[in-house]
């Protein structure tokens, strides 16, 4: 038995004629923030797809492991979950939670203070900046509490004070509310500040998986390890 909360192995996935994730497999184990990491165009949106259940034509297996007797909750956030910008933030979650059936105002309010949204629940999302509608997306996948979030391209477009932001709460999910989180970017210092280990996507394949204790002891960046295994990719 292993303490992954997730796990993929053997991925393979075409488009047409098109080989996408190649002998792909990720370990991911509870508690922990792993970082994905690739150039664009590398696999890494296909895979979390895979992950997700988005993507079911595909060979290879993927195991989510229970806690404490019961099945581990996935939310994610891969393609931008659509906003009523008209409607406040608190009106979004509750068409959100209706569609789950699962519609309670009390853990509404109670995930918007998660995200820091607690003192604009009323206002409407089209005056929210573009940071504040990414924790309002957040929030939509929190409201299930789940146990492993998975997230791609969480930053792109977001200005430094949202960044600082995102990585802030990011790290309060993890920490103080328990949730595994998987999250992809092409952005590595940033992540070198979040996740506890890595995993790296070339030409659709995981080419090496590491922990934050073994960029320590290596005396490299991520970037250096990353361009080591990747053989000068970008």
Request: with cysteine.
């Amino acid at each position: 038995m292993n303490d992954y909360i997730l796990s993929a192995e053997h991925i393979h996935k075409k488009y047409g004629g098109n080989t996408v994730l190649r002998d792909a497999s990720v370990r991911v184990k509870q508690g922990e923030i792993y970082g994905l990491i690739g150039r664009n165009g590398s696999g890494k949106t296909t895979l979390l797809r895979v992950l997700t259940g988005l993507i079911q034509e595909y060979s290879g297996t993927v195991v989510i492991s229970g806690i404490g007797g019961k099945k581990s909750k996935i939310a994610a956030i891969i393609h931008d979950p659509a906003l009523f910008l008209n409607m406040s933030a608190i009106d979004n979650l509750r068409g959100q939670a209706y569609l789950t059936g699962s519609r309670d105002d009390k853990k509404i309010e109670a995930v918007l203070k998660t995200v820091g949204l607690e003192d604009y629940n009323r206002k409407s999302v089209k005056t929210f900046s573009l940071g504040m509608k990414g924790r309002l997306k957040l929030a939509m996948a929190l409201l299930e509490k789940p146990d492993i979030l998975i997230l791609d391209e969480p930053i792109n477009g977001l200005d430094p004070d949202g960044i600082a932001d995102l990585r802030e709460l990011l790290i309060h999910l993890n920490r103080a509310e328990g949730i595994t989180i998987v999250i992809s970017s092409h952005i590595l210092n940033e992540l070198e500040q979040t996740a506890t280990c890595f995993g790296i996507i070339h030409d659709g394949a995981i080419v090496k998986e590491f922990y934050t204790q073994d960029v320590l002891q290596s005396g490299k960046t991520v970037e250096e390890i990353y361009m080591q295994y990747t053989k000068g990719g970008a």
